[in-house]
């Protein structure tokens, strides 16, 4: 099992900024797939960026040059920095985690097999 903590949500006035961790412990690989989705209220969660064990970054069109993604593989931690915030990014942001070599999109929910409790991030206009 995997144990994924996030933290450091917060309200933030629109145009600033906040960096998300999630720390992960238990049966945890370098290999695996790091994520982050997010939840809106009324919304489906949706995915926001994803990062693998060798670098490689994929994020929604929606965050493209505003959030980065990054991983500390030594400390289990992965990050989302996130700029230029927008109202419309106030959501709950989940951590997720997937094993390696699996079919399927690390675009979609079902991809990943943990996930975190969730932190909130509220941007006012």
């Known amino acids: 099992q995997v144990q994924l903590v996030e933290s450091g949500g917060g309200l933030v006035q629109a145009g600033g900024s906040l960096r998300l961790s999630c720390a992960a412990s238990g049966r945890t690989s370098s290999s695996y797939i790091m994520g982050w989705f997010r939840q809106a209220p009324g919304k489906e969660r949706e995915f926001v960026a994803a990062i693998k064990s060798g670098g490689s970054t994929y994020y929604a069109d929606s965050v493209k040059e505003r959030f980065t993604i990054s991983r500390d593989n030594a400390k289990n931690t992965v990050s989302l920095q996130m700029n230029s915030l927008k109202p419309e990014d106030t959501a709950v942001y989940y951590c997720?985690?997937?094993?390696?070599?699996?079919?399927?999109?690390?675009?979609?929910?079902?991809?990943?097999?943990?996930w975190g409790q969730g932190t909130q991030v509220t941007v006012s206009s």
């Open positions: 997720s985690a997937a094993t390696p070599f699996k079919f399927g999109s690390l675009y979609t929910r079902a991809f990943y097999d943990y």
